[in-house]
């Protein structure tokens, strides 16, 4: 093997022993020595001069530049859907759902001596929204009028206005009345559930009545 290519392969090794290197490691510099002597041979050599009588050439090889630390991208975070952050939002202010109260036995009651169940209404609000009550014609209530300024100007308007409005309520059929009172008992479980304070108490006392209307009328008879 010729000389010359015994010097390729002496800077193929060094470049290679540089790659193989860890990245965060600090590598020295290194002196590569050339060396040809009197009868023109050549010879490379790693930090150590050439022998006396030999011409030299002094080549610095600096290491390759620290290969950077690869952090992946964290993936960004779709901001929350208005029902999502509304919801959120409600867990967070909501009292903790408060367990049931305990319920008064059943009355002993055979099923012939049953009663029906008081009348039950089904309401509608203004707003389209219904619900359950007990009586006929709820109390009205005061719904919120815009005032205006003189120039009709909502902005200047001075005071507050309301309209005295009532809610539209028939009587459930007796055939679904049962129906009508095991959903007024859910809308006051899921009132009292989450109420706050002295709130509570009545709600739960409102509940126990109502529990107790579907467990000593008709609607306590097991269906046949």
Partial sequence: ???TTRCRL?????????AALPATSATPQVVIYRCTDAS???????DEPCPKGSRQERTVVQPPP????YVPRAEPVPPPTRAEAATAAATATAPPAQPRPTLPAPAAIADADRLPPPPIYRC??????SYISEAAEPKPRCVRLQTVGHDGDPNRGAGAACEMTYDQ????????ACDGWRQRGREIESSWRYARGDDRRPLQQEFSRVATILADT???????
């Avoid at 002496?10 to 540089?18: N, T, V």
């Fill in 10 to 18: 002496g800077l193929a090794a060094l470049l290679a022993f540089f």
């Fill in 124 to 129: 509608n609000t203004p707003d389209n929204d």
């Fill in 169 to 176: 309520c028939e009587r459930i059929p007796d055939g679904a």
């Fill in 1 to 3: 093997m010729p000389r």
């Fill in 40 to 46: 023109g041979a050549l010879t490379v050599q790693n």
């Fill in 66 to 69: 620290a290969m950077p630390t």
């Fill in 218 to 224: 008709s609607c306590g008879v097991p269906a046949g």
